[in-house]
């Protein structure tokens, strides 16, 4: 079985940092690209961090600066590090996996709120 688990959501004051992980399962995780969405309710979902074939991290602007992400091959899991949010940070975050090469997004999570208030 095939499975995606993001953890480490929350509700935290803007400025405040939070770091969410999503463990993988059922696949060869270091095999495939993965990446960080997001979406909020009545909204399309944003990338927030994409990590290609060879490695390369792409962030979205509206996070470069003050998000990180990390991967352990080891522990099949991703990580998302953020610090100095800001409240349009609220959003359901979802993490993916995908074949290399390829557009589509094959595997998700269910998802961890994150709400960041004023």
């Known amino acids: 079985q095939v499975q995606l688990v993001e953890s480490g959501g929350g509700s935290v004051q803007a400025g405040g940092s939070l770091r969410l992980s999503c463990e993988a399962s059922g696949f060869s995780f270091s095999s495939y690209c993965m990446g960080w969405f997001r979406q909020v309710p009545g909204k399309e979902r944003e990338g927030v961090v994409i990590?290609?074939?060879?490695?390369?991290?792409t962030y979205a602007d509206s996070v470069k600066g003050r998000f990180t992400t990390s991967k352990d091959n080891a522990k099949s899991t991703l990580y998302l590090q953020m610090n100095s949010l800001k409240p349009e940070d609220t959003a359901m975050y979802y993490c993916?996996?995908?074949?290399?090469?390829?557009?589509?997004?094959?595997?998700w999570g269910q998802g961890t709120q994150v709400t960041v208030s004023s």
């Open positions: 993916a996996a995908r074949y290399c090469g390829r557009a589509d997004y094959h595997y």
């Open positions: 990590i290609n074939n060879a490695g390369t991290i």
